[in-house]
């Protein structure tokens, strides 16, 4: 989503460069080079980029709250469902208002195609009777063309990658989700059963797990871990599920940081512990303790005096035991 805002505040700039390379007035650039200007200012001033580009930037808008949300390291999965359950409902309301939403993405893409050069509406490529490479709508109304081969397909798309990509998540979490007070009313024999299967190699006494579905409104009004240990079990499970794999990304991210070609013959350990050091910048380590903590691992024939701790200057030294 920033790569498209950056391209779109860019798009006047970029063409501006891009025109003075391939009309190469001066003879400043080689040949390579104009070739390949030309081809990308072809490229993204033809109506078919231009109008990728504005439903892009308008429907991935809808998904960026969602992004930044799962890449977080402290997300849960009951506030990832349900974030996940409203985007995925946006689009399916924007289908079935496709005409009125288009209007707003077809301003932008006309101020846009102003600037590539267009006088008035964006323009309908060349259509033929049997075509094979790209859609050919018989519509002769531009906004209605871009719509029919654009805005509704990638809209289309969008929908089915969503369910996609989030179907294994939100059967995983709509199970252990029904034992939420809200959604007690979803409780029956079949439901039960199938949490049952899903959470039975970790439940602590799975022989009363039965009786304590039964009694789960007044369970969930007791909180006792001690009474209902089955119930707390799977709500335990349920918060700690992870939902995205951002925080094994960024530790893969940052191996090249830490383990370098000069480190690459360290251990395990050390490998292990400036790795952690590298991904959790944000939490404060107390400088004076790990000194006390490491003169204490390791004595040696001279004491080992803090510098940062409030001793006098005299006692700063290193004096032979």
Not at 39 to 60: D, E, H, M, P, W
Not at 102 to 112: A, C, D, T
């Amino acid at each position: 989503m920033w790569v498209l805002e950056d391209f779109h505040s860019l798009y006047e700039a970029l063409l501006y460069c891009l025109n003075v390379i391939s009309e190469n007035a001066d003879s400043v650039w080689d040949a390579k080079a104009v070739v390949e200007a030309t081809g990308l200012l072809k490229a993204v001033t033809s109506a078919n980029f231009i109008a990728a580009l504005q439903c892009n930037r308008y429907f991935f808008a809808f998904t960026k709250s969602l992004s930044i949300l799962l890449q977080g390291s402290s997300q849960d999965i009951l506030t990832a469902y349900e974030a996940v359950k409203l985007v995925k409902d946006t689009p399916r309301d924007i289908r079935c208002e496709a005409e009125v939403e288009l209007k707003e993405v077809y301003e932008s893409k006309l101020e846009m195609g102003k600037l590539a050069g267009f006088d008035c509406d964006l323009p309908i490529p060349r259509r033929c009777g049997r075509q094979t490479m790209r859609n050919s709508n018989p519509s002769n109304n531009p906004m209605q063309y871009w719509r029919c081969t654009v805005f509704v397909p990638f809209l289309d798309s969008l929908i089915s990658e969503l369910d996609s990509r989030f179907s294994v998540m939100s059967a995983a979490a709509i199970l252990g989700l029904k034992l939420l007070p809200s959604n007690l009313h979803l409780m029956n024999t079949e439901s039960e059963k199938d949490i049952f299967t899903s959470y039975k190699d970790d439940l602590p006494s799975g022989s009363t797990f039965r009786q304590e579905v039964y009694s789960l409104p007044e369970i969930l009004k007791i909180t006792n871990m001690k009474c209902y240990p089955n119930i707390y079990m799977i709500l335990h499970l349920l918060s700690v599920i992870p939902v995205t794999s951002a925080s094994v990304e960024r530790a893969n991210s940052g191996l090249k940081a830490v383990k370098t070609l000069m480190r690459s013959t360290m251990g395990q350990e050390r490998f292990v512990a400036l790795l952690l050091l590298y991904v959790h910048k944000d939490i404060q380590l107390d400088i004076n303790k790990i000194i006390d903590i490491f003169a204490q691992k390791h004595p040696r024939r001279l004491t080992f005096v803090n510098p940062l701790s409030s001793l006098d200057v005299e006692n700063n030294i290193f004096c032979l035991v």
